[in-house]
């Protein structure tokens, strides 16, 4: 069964830090390209990052740009995003999510992880 | 950056009608447009893929069509399990965007 699990949420202050991870399985994860998307309460759907799974090139949001770093360990079938200095508009689901190459969308979602951002 | 414009942003329908949403795009993403439905509280579930390719066991009911900067999601009989909101996606640059999402409602 394909699968990705989300963890690394919950309730932090502005400022503060948190590490998400998103464990896969059933499908070949080194292979895919991986992202993080979220969605604020209430609101759409955000791309935040995004890693790919041939060279491990890396994107972000201009919200997130210098806060948030994606990265992947392919021996443990594993992507995290470390997120720091969070804000509160942080405050959102967050999915990960892959696809298996350029040219595919993404086709493969965990059930999502909440982050709330708040004193 | 590509900006998604999603329409209209509500829909409301009876059980039977045809449903059109219109998803356009700021610059030619030629046809790397995805479909998705999303209920409330779940992942989004990807629907359609390269604009009109309908994904293994979604529902025939579901076609998508376009190119270039204008797509169209279309819904041939609406169903009380199609509820929910859609979101049209581009996958074409190098940070993908969605649109707004349209929320589909029963009449």
């Known amino acids: 069964e394909v699968r990705l699990l989300e963890s690394g949420g919950g309730l932090e202050q502005p400022g503060g830090s948190l590490r998400l991870s998103c464990e896969a399985s059933?499908?070949?994860?080194?292979?895919?390209?991986m992202t993080w998307v979220r969605q604020a309460p209430g609101k759409g759907l955000e791309e935040v990052s995004v890693?790919?799974?041939?060279?491990?090139?890396?994107n972000y949001a201009d919200s997130v740009k210098g806060r948030f770093t994606i990265s992947r360990d392919d021996s443990k079938n594993t992507l995290y995003l470390q997120m720091i200095s969070l804000r509160v508009e942080d405050t959102a689901v967050y999915y990960c999510?892959?696809?298996?190459?350029?040219?595919?969308?993404?086709?493969?979602w965990g059930q999502g992880t909440a982050v709330t951002v708040s004193s | 950056d590509i900006q998604m414009t999603q329409s209209p942003s509500t829909l409301s329908a009876s059980i039977g009608e045809r449903v059109t949403i219109t998803c356009r795009a700021s610059?030619?993403?030629?046809?790397?447009l995805a479909w998705y439905q999303q209920k409330p509280g779940k992942a989004p579930k990807l629907l359609i893929q390269?604009?009109?390719n309908l994904e293994s066991g979604v529902s025939s009911r579901f076609s998508g069509s376009g190119s270039g900067t204008e797509f169209t999601l279309t819904i041939s009989s609406l169903q009380p399990d199609d509820i929910g909101t859609y979101y049209c996606?581009?996958?074409?640059?190098?940070?993908?965007?969605f649109g707004q999402g349209t929320k589909v409602e029963i009449k």
């Open positions: 999510a892959g696809r298996r190459g350029h040219g595919y969308a993404m086709d493969v």
């Open positions: 059933g499908f070949t994860f080194s292979t895919y390209d």
């Open positions: 890693i790919s799974g041939r060279d491990g090139w890396v």
């Open positions: 610059q030619s993403i030629s046809s790397w």
């Open positions: 390269r604009a009109s």
């Open positions: 996606h581009e996958y074409d640059s190098n940070l993908w965007t």
